[in-house]
């Protein structure tokens, strides 16, 4: 099926994205590397590579949430023609979803290895260590997991506003993602989150593997203290395959009952 | 083809843009024509899925809108419903014919009897009124469909163009649907049942080719072919006699006003 070719194209032309999810982020790797540290503050290697591995955690997963912002606007926007592909086409809502699903994830593993090249060119060069990822392929493909994680999280958010709540609540459920991302990136960069949240939490869940897989380090309860008690990666990949599989499963059965709305409405509300 | 059983649609409580519509159409073309705001672009959306039916039901090839699922056989120039993705023009017909199961040579080809080659490379916003609804009719034509819904095909679409459209509508083997609120080029659409749609109502059929000998009076007539009840009064529709030729006016709204 031609939706995943187009819808790709159609992702990686979207301006939005590019800002918000490369270039904006290209700042925060700059503020990581040069402000929120101090020169002589990181004087080992490994030092250097988990906090270096920290920011690409947590920059990958707010590049990520920048992906799934322009996913739900493409949905909700796409309503009356989803609707009348279902009927009056060949497409199907398994079919397009899993289409989506495709390209989702590939922009997630694109949008990853951009941050990826970016933070270790950056990292390396402001520290004066190599600091290459430990694990590329393992970074890979939880990329292109947490990629199907976002897409399956902003369409089901954005399928039941449109289904049963009316589009006024669309332009903030679509920011969910974003929100989500900034608390729980922030909250175990700096704070001491609850075990059970960090485990069931599948945006901590991102942020710990592409943790993992770039240091070679077990992620921690508090990412920027090592000595805190270490989180099993394990578990994170179980819980954020789950809560994939539940939220794409669920997103499946509301888009054979999407909503039409009209464009206008959508623009208006 | 298509029924219309009793079909209300309701998008706010207590204002029904479909009051009871009823229609069938298993061969041949059905024109609607009615004032804007009647509810004509809203019946075509019911038939799309795309409106919200309160009451009744719509089948088509003989399965309700509600349920029916894949079938390549209809299609309609409502631009709206070409917009799955953010795309260009070439693009939205190659997906389009590939999820219709068809080949894009014939909407390219129509694409370039209509002289629109400029378009393909240009976003559905880049295009004037008049180019968006020449592409939504060629991708509605070009798919090989057996019923066709067209929104106000002639709508902004210059002399030469429209001519060249009514001659395609002419020559279409499907059936066809379609709405407007003009009288223009309706006489060069060929065999066609007629249908009034004012306030949400449909009245009719007539036949297209009586276009001419079709007259309208105000109040109610002896002998009419129907009354149209609306809310400025009753008019009576009659042949061959009454006050005003309906073929005197460019539309339904500016003949119910000079009658009233």
Known sequence: MAVISYYTRSLLTNKSLWGWGVLFMGFWLVLGAYIFVQSGEIATAQAALAYTADWYGIIALFSLSSLSTSIAYSIYYASPALAYCFRYTKLRPITYLLNLLGSSSFLGVFLSLIMLGGTYALYSTRFGFNLKPSDIPAAVIFSALSGAFMLALSSFLVLVVNNYLGLRNVSFVSFVPLLLSYVFGFGQLFTSLPTVLLYSSPMTAMIDLLYHFYSGYAPTVVLTNPSSAALDWRLMAASLTAWTLVLLLTSGFLLGRIRPRSIEEARQA | ?260
């Open chain 2, 1 to 260: 083809m298509l029924e219309i059983d009793d079909l209300s649609v309701t998008y706010r409580k207590g204002s029904d843009a479909l009051k009871g519509v009823n229609l069938k159409l298993h061969k041949g073309k059905a024109v609607v024509v009615g004032p804007n705001g009647s509810g004509k672009t809203t019946l075509l959306r019911a038939t799309l899925g795309l409106a919200p039916i309160s009451r009744g039901r719509v089948r088509v090839f003989g399965l309700d809108v509600q349920s029916i699922r894949t079938d390549t056989r209809l299609s309609t120039n409502v631009l709206e419903v070409y917009r799955l993705a953010r795309l260009r023009v070439k693009d939205i017909i190659s997906l389009y014919a590939e999820l219709k199961g068809a080949d894009p040579a014939q909407s390219l080809k129509m694409i370039d009897d209509f002289e629109l080659g400029g378009i393909l490379s240009k976003w559905i916003y880049e295009l004037s009124s008049g180019q968006q609804k020449l592409l939504g009719n060629i991708l509605a034509l070009s798919f090989e469909p057996r019923l066709c819904l067209l929104d106000e095909p002639f709508d902004q679409v210059d002399q030469s163009r429209r001519l060249r459209l009514a001659q395609l509508l002419r020559d279409f083997p499907g059936e066809v649907l379609l709405n407007t609120h003009e009288f223009g080029l309706l006489d060069r659409l060929g065999d066609s049942a007629l249908y009034f749609m004012i306030e949400g109502r449909l009245f009719g059929s007539f036949e297209l080719s009586q276009l001419t000998r079709l007259y309208i009076s105000r109040g109610e007539v002896a002998g009419a072919l129907v009354t149209l009840d609306t809310s400025y009064g009753k008019f009576s529709v009659t042949l061959d006699r009454g006050e005003a030729a309906i073929t005197t006016s460019t539309s339904l709204e500016r003949l119910l006003e000079a009658v009233a």
